[in-house]
């Protein structure tokens, strides 16, 4: 049973940057892709951006794309994000997941870590 843990989320003010992290731990670990969602408490979950596990493909959501940059280590069986420019709208809970198929649907990920709180504040 893979698990998948996030650190790096806290609080920061409008305009900073943040690095999240996610590691997988708990077997053999070979997703087709690795995405990052964020949830608020009156929203549901959403797409924010995913990597193929192999190649060079990424994917982002327009709310986030040219400031935020998502990456892997594959060694570490860790994936990244990276959060420039920040806005209090980015305030969420963020959550990685795997998933063997598709990318931006949270339906095709199966699993999913425990999320980290990021707080942007003005």
């Known amino acids: 049973q893979v698990q998948l843990v996030e650190s790096g989320g806290g609080l920061v003010q409008a305009g900073g940057s943040l690095r999240l992290s996610c590691a997988a731990s708990?077997?053999?670990?070979?997703?087709?892709?690795m995405g990052w969602f964020r949830q608020t408490p009156r929203e549901e979950r959403e797409f924010v951006a995913a990597?193929?596990?192999?190649?060079?493909?990424?994917y982002y959501a327009d709310s986030v794309k040219g400031r935020f940059t998502i990456s892997r280590d594959n060694a570490k069986n860790t994936v990244y994000l990276q959060m420039n420019s920040l806005k209090r709208e980015d305030t969420a809970v963020y959550y990685c997941?795997?998933?063997?198929?598709?990318?931006?649907?949270?339906?095709?990920?199966?699993?999913w870590g425990q999320g980290t709180q990021v707080t942007v504040s003005s």
């Open positions: 708990g077997g053999t670990f070979s997703p087709y892709v």
């Open positions: 997941a795997a998933a063997d198929v598709g990318y931006n649907d949270p339906a095709d990920f199966g699993s």
């Open positions: 990597i193929r596990w192999s190649g060079s493909s990424t």
